[in-house]
């Protein structure tokens, strides 16, 4: 029996459904995992000595019979099947919880001897900005000045020297950029930060942010790593103007040009370094070139999108993905000696 490759995502993610057409076009057995079928289509179990994936009651895979896991999506702990009837808030929340611990800590045990990408203690040690900055300088990439925190006096302080200096501030969340309010949802992306809105710091320690250097643009980078592959794309967000300019994720791609781009060999290997050292096999980052040519380090996404990217510049992520997954030992495991730096 062929082994399979196993891409834990939802059945509306186009993203693990490209790359799961690029296994199946290299002769790769692949099957998509629905996060929100778990325990009802498919389940994961473990035993003393045996971990196995089972799909209802006719097929069960171990970890022998799998190649590797494509982490696309965390598992979701209130799948749409669930009957809460007669349940109360208290006890659903119980029952959520022992469902997703059992989920995640079931797939951590067959990372001990399958590779994924991404590992997924690695991808939320990864996903943390204060330690990216401190990667990354380490690497040698230029990192805005940032402050972190949660200290209106501190937050102040620090946009008061930007400005005393000629430069500009701008604010960003923590971690997700969407909220959900009555129902609805909206996204927070980069604002720049004006001294109108200092007396609004009284509310930070409520919701720490991080605080941040702006950087005039040139040109924005969408830079997808695929183990030692580098695939960049430089996104003219100054072309449209408005909210597109400060954060390209507000998204104008009618009047924002994306181009395939070729960036410096050492910037390349500087990012594909910041990539190992994270421990992650897959990292989408964002970059800025400022107008006088330098480059910046934003963040990286160990769960990025691309597939926009990969229509506009016809840029083959997802083959390279699918490409590492059918051939594991491309896969970033714990580093050359065995271990990773932030493990």
């Keep these: 029996m062929k082994k399979v490759v196993l891409i834990h995502s939802s059945s509306d993610d186009v993203h693990a459904q490209s790359v799961a057409r690029c296994l199946t076009e290299i002769g790769t057995v692949v099957h998509v995992l629905d996060r ?49 009837e007669g349940i109360t808030p208290e006890v659903a929340s119980f029952l959520a919880d022992q469902r997703s611990i059992h989920v995640e800590s079931a797939f951590k045990r067959l990372a001990a001897s399958t590779p994924f990408i991404n590992d997924i203690s690695l991808n939320r040690t990864s996903s943390s900005k204060a330690l990216q900055h401190h990667f990354a300088r380490q690497c040698g990439l230029v990192v805005p000045a940032t402050y972190i925190g949660s ?31 009555e129902g609805v949802k909206h996204a927070r992306l980069t604002r720049l930060f004006v001294e109108a809105n200092l007396p609004n710091l009284q509310g930070l320690p409520a919701c720490p942010m991080i605080f941040q250097e702006y950087i005039e643009k040139k040109y924005e980078y969408r830079v997808t790593v695929v183990g030692q592959e580098v695939y960049a794309c430089r996104i003219d967000s100054q072309a449209a103007g408005g909210d597109t300019a400060v954060d390209w994720r ?34 989408a980052i964002d970059l800025i070139e400022n107008p006088q040519g330098d480059f910046y380090f934003l963040e990286v996404n160990s769960m990025g999108q691309w597939l926009w990217i990969e229509d506009l510049t016809e840029l083959p992520i997802s083959m390279a993905i699918a490409r590492h997954l059918s051939d594991p030992h491309l896969i970033q495991t714990r580093g050359s000696d065995g271990r990773c730096p932030i493990a």
């Design 36 to 84: 929100d079928r778990c325990f009802k289509d498919w389940s994961i179990s473990c035993g003393d000595d045996e971990i196995a994936v089972h799909l209802g009651t006719h097929s069960r895979w171990t970890a022998e019979d799998i190649r590797s896991v494509h982490w696309r999506r965390d598992y979701i702990v209130e799948p749409a099947w669930v009957d809460w």
């Design 151 to 181: 200290d209106p006096q501190q937050a102040e302080h620090f946009a008061c020297h930007l400005w005393a200096s000629g430069r500009q501030c701008c604010t960003k969340n923590i971690e997700s950029s969407h909220v959900t309010i």
């Design 250 to 283: 507000n998204y104008n791609i009618p009047l924002t040009p994306h181009f395939a781009a070729t960036l410096d060999s050492y910037l390349e290997d500087q990012l594909v370094t910041l990539v190992h050292d994270l421990g992650l096999t897959y990292g």
